[in-house]
């Protein structure tokens, strides 16, 4: 009787040690997904600011800014403008324009001033 007895002691001790040490892995497992979670819920939020900052980036003024400061580009024109053919000739987009001769006062036509009719005037008031 005194080995069944030590022998079921040794058992229960075993079974005991083995539930300490699964307890213990379930907490490890615990803490572990806890940190995890926290992980995850930071890089979100990183995630989140980086896409406003990148929306903030990305506005059209700021990359005009940029490309005329930084890139020295100009915005196109068709006085700049040129077409290439396939087969590797060029084409102007615009002809050239002549040069705007400036208008005299002797050319200008006068404007002569209109009368108002008189229902006019009154509706005017």
């Known amino acids: 009787m005194a080995r ?3 022998l079921l002691m040794l ?3 075993a079974t005991a040690l083995f539930l300490v040490h699964t307890q213990y892995q379930s907490r490890q497992l615990y803490t572990e997904l806890d ?3 926290q992980e995850a819920r930071r890089l ?3 995630r989140d600011r980086l896409q406003v ?3 903030a980036q990305a506005t ?3 990359v005009e800014k940029l490309a005329k400061e930084q890139l020295q580009m100009r915005t196109t024109s068709p006085a700049i403008t040129q077409y290439v053919r396939p087969d590797g000739s060029v084409i102007p987009a615009v ?3 002549a040069p705007v001769v400036p208008v005299t006062s002797a050319a200008r036509p006068t404007a002569k001033p209109v009368a108002r009719p008189a229902t006019a ?3 005017a008031r």
């Open 44 to 46: 979100e939020l990183d």
């Open 95 to 97: 002809a050239p324009v």
């Open 35 to 37: 940190r995890a979670q």
């Open 11 to 13: 058992a229960v001790i």
């Open 121 to 123: 005037a009154r509706s």
């Open 53 to 55: 900052e990148k929306r």
């Open 4 to 6: 069944v007895n030590l």
């Open 60 to 62: 059209p003024l700021r």
